[in-house]
């Protein structure tokens, strides 16, 4: 399941449901949130951009590409837009299966894949004014991973 | 064309989104871009490496050899930052 | 942190400080839970018996040694033992850093060593009697991964 | 010495742990489980297959030719089956 927000969300809220199902064994989660040392120790604010539309139906596929690589029962991933500040959740990446490297894999590959293919812009703000983030190559790398 | 713009290709462009007609001569991606770069300074600092620029059309990605067609919504955009 | 616990315990209630610290820009948890195909589908209840002293400084080394690899603001271990019924939580994972790749490898870590360093034992109960559980060649594997 | 056992090799001798004297010529892990295994049935059962037998001396994991003294904790067990 994919929901995309501008409103804050809290994570255990959006999992108190998750992976309730006598078959599954294993719930693998990854939370993102905005931390100060975006910024340089000085962030104030985060402001996500994002291209609606695209971005449900990026991560729409990337929920299809993980169900067909892994025997997955539940996924979820819940991504935030707009602007929020430190301590608030970004994204929320959460997998279900009746084994753990199932769910541990999967769950590693949508977040890796998520960087580079979900249509977000990160705008910093802080004392020193505002910026766009750039795409670090290390995401590029960690994407890559799942290509081979 | 519905022509979308995201992020610093946004704000130096200085609008979110737009309609043209396919410009004359304006075949790929890589075409529109340098079109685009010609429109005023805004449009000469966003596209000034068009390396730099990522693109969807219709919403999915395509690469800067990709061959417009009249109808297409194309989004122009820096490499992507979320999660 | 490590604990140790017979009684049923709520993975989220265990989350609810967790990674709360400006520092922290990643959140990687993973929880195993009873299902009910470990009796091969009509598993009844799971009894987890421990080595009471060494499963907590087992637990502890585990935890030094991702500190050790991983650049980690926080790590929680939480392992139930005792009698338990299909649905509840066996164990619950969970480590926070600064960056994502550090809190997801660290996660998944600490599950693979925890399969075959912890001493736990579990005993199955089915319909067609009560049987010890067999280790997995395939946790020794995942284990080893992180010998290299 | 104090013995320890866990899962199937405590269910089969019966208790869960038992105080012993260092039997003579009992050097080593691999020593202590071939003299265990004749002290009756149970035993005999619990260490009918000693290199399934995993060994834990005062709380850390050991090989069978560990060497063993007078006031070792000495556990065994199957190997582990946790998370």
């Known amino acids: 399941m994919i929901?995309?927000?501008?409103?804050?969300?809290?994570?255990?809220?959006?999992?108190?449901?998750?992976g309730q199902d006598p078959?599954?064994?294993?719930?693998?989660?990854?939370?993102?949130?905005?931390?100060?040392?975006?910024?340089?120790?000085?962030?104030?604010?985060?402001?996500?951009e994002h291209y609606p539309g695209m971005t449900e139906r990026k991560l729409a596929e990337l929920e299809d590409d993980a169900r067909a690589r892994w025997d997955l029962s539940q996924v979820l991933i819940v991504h935030r837009?707009?602007?929020?500040?430190?301590?608030?959740?970004?994204?929320?990446?959460?997998?279900?299966?009746?084994?753990?490297?199932?769910?541990?894999?999967?769950c590693q590959f949508l977040i890796d894949r998520l960087k580079t293919d979900a249509p977000f812009w990160k705008l910093e703000e802080t004392k020193a004014g505002n910026h766009w983030v750039e795409a670090k190559t290390s995401d590029d790398t960690a994407a890559d991973r799942w290509r081979q | 064309m519905k022509l979308?713009?995201?992020?610093?290709?946004?704000?130096?462009?200085?609008?979110?989104?737009?309609?043209?007609?396919?410009?004359?001569?304006?075949?790929?991606?890589?075409?529109?871009?340098?079109?685009?770069?010609g429109r005023g300074a805004g449009y000469a600092s966003a596209f000034a490496r068009p390396q730099t620029i990522r693109a969807a059309i219709n919403q999915d990605y395509v690469q800067h050899d990709h061959v417009l067609a009249a109808t297409d919504e194309v989004a122009l955009f820096p490499p992507v930052t979320g999660g």
Chains 1, 3 share one sequence.
Do not use: C
């Open chain 1, 81 to 106: 837009h707009g602007r929020m500040e430190v301590g608030e959740t970004i994204v929320l990446v959460a997998t279900a299966s009746g084994h753990r490297q199932a769910a541990l894999e999967a």
């Open chain 2, 4 to 37: 979308l713009y995201f992020a610093w290709v946004r704000t130096q462009i200085g609008k979110s989104h737009e309609e043209i007609a396919k410009p004359e001569g304006v075949e790929t991606v890589g075409d529109l871009i340098a079109h685009l770069a």
């Open chain 1, 3 to 18: 929901r995309i927000t501008a409103e804050p969300f809290d994570p255990s809220r959006e999992l108190a449901s998750f």
């Open chain 1, 23 to 48: 078959a599954i064994g294993a719930i693998a989660t990854f939370i993102g949130q905005v931390r100060d040392e975006h910024g340089g120790g000085n962030l104030m604010a985060l402001t996500l």
